[in-house]
């Protein structure tokens, strides 16, 4: 009788056994919990959206302890932020002298030939055609070269000039007389009464001209003068993106157009209206390249020039000529002066060309004084012109 209790007892646990875990199997499946998040870079490789997780063991740190900007990102933020640099040029006074070593290197060969010329023992007509030949190829013209021959066959006959050095002495006087240093090379970008001076930049495509009157900013800049640029080459997106670069390097504002193929005297007109709220000195406007034989785009010149007459006088109108171009530049600068009343001349890429000359010729041809001459692709190497100190580079 005891066995068989002891059996049926054993049976009864089993049952009750069985019978719980049967219970807690039905309940489990209704409260199931979702399986764990796989682990980021252990259970499987990161990807796209992933959220980083803190490892464990980090230590902890509370709000007060935490920069909601780490100091390198918050430096780095503050250096973006920041407007560029404004460069300060130095000043123009004495710059053709600084760069003369750079016109001697390319026009040397003037001087050298002409004194090599004159000094000779004996001067026949042989040596005379051979100083007319020198200085006809070095583009300073027709008459300016008869003159100067003339003048100086009568001073070596007369004086017996044969020593080299008052050979060099004679050319140098003779040749700053044809570069006329009585001309008036100053520059109208000083303030007029109560409005800022007006200065319009023309050329051809090609001489330098957007350049140049970034240059030409940073010459003023240079000099103390509140300048404002228009860019009025509205044919050319290139061009007013490139001037506005020009101008944000030295602080200096450019009024431009949003719109391509914008109306160029609209541009202009609004660029004159712009200097005179900012109490400027000077506004500086680039227009379109107009070659000298599209009669539109000389047309569309003139009427830029009109409309900013209608707000403030032109003050100044710089004709920009490339000086490798030689005789076909004096072409470009007889239209130019037809169209507009050219006052001045900057002359770029001198420092390119052994025809230096160019600079008599167009002044003889033009009577309008060379004003600023480019001697390089540097943002300062656009120079006031002076008829000394080029010379003595001719025969440096």
Do not use: C
Request: aromatic letters at 2%; hydrophobic letters at 45%.
């Amino acid at each position: 009788m005891d066995l068989i209790t002891l059996i049926v007892s054993i049976a009864v646990a089993i049952a009750v056994i069985i019978g719980v875990a049967v219970v807690g199997l039905l309940r489990s499946r209704g409260s199931r919990k979702a399986p764990p998040a796989p682990r980021p870079g252990t259970d499987y490789t990161p990807g796209v959206g992933d959220d980083a997780t803190e490892p464990r063991g980090a230590p902890k740190r509370v709000i007060e302890d935490v920069d909601l900007l780490d100091r390198d990102t918050d430096d780095h933020l503050r250096e973006l932020d920041q407007p560029p640099a404004i460069e300060r040029p130095a000043p123009s006074a004495g710059r053709l002298q600084r760069l003369r070593s750079r016109l001697a290197r390319s026009n040397g060969a003037l001087g050298k030939g002409l004194l090599d010329l004159l000094s000779r023992d004996h001067l026949d007509e042989q040596t005379w055609e051979q100083v007319e030949q020198t200085l006809l190829a070095a583009d300073v013209g027709v008459g300016p070269t008869t003159e100067l021959i003339e003048r100086l066959r009568t001073q070596v006959k007369v004086d017996g000039v044969k020593d080299p050095e008052q050979v060099r002495a004679l050319l140098r006087a003779e040749l700053i007389a044809l570069v006329d240093p009585t001309m008036d090379r100053s520059l109208a970008v000083d303030r007029v009464a109560d409005r800022p001076a007006v200065v319009l930049v023309v050329g051809v495509n090609g001489t330098g001209k957007t350049t140049t009157v970034g240059k030409l900013a940073r010459v003023l800049v240079a000099d103390d003068k509140d300048v404002v640029l228009g860019a009025a080459d509205t044919f050319r997106a290139a061009a007013a993106d490139q001037l506005e670069t020009w101008g944000a390097r030295v602080g200096v504002p450019t009024i431009r157009s949003d719109r391509d193929g914008a109306d160029p005297a609209a541009v202009a007109y609004d660029a004159v209206r712009a200097g005179a709220g900012l109490d400027a000195d000077v506004v500086i406007i680039g227009t379109a390249g107009g070659l000298q034989n599209k009669v539109g785009l000389m047309d569309e010149l003139g009427k830029v020039k009109r409309v900013v007459e209608k707000q403030s006088p032109v003050d100044e109108v710089l004709l920009v000529l490339d000086a490798t171009t030689g005789q076909n530049g004096l072409r470009q600068a007889q239209v130019f002066a037809e169209v507009v009343t050219v006052t001045g001349i900057v002359l770029t890429k001198l420092d390119g060309t052994a025809k230096g000359g160019i600079v008599i010729a167009v002044q003889r041809q033009l009577g309008v004084p060379v004003k600023l001459v480019g001697l390089g692709e540097g943002p300062d190497d656009l120079a006031p012109f002076d008829a000394a100190d080029f010379v003595d580079a001719l025969l440096a």
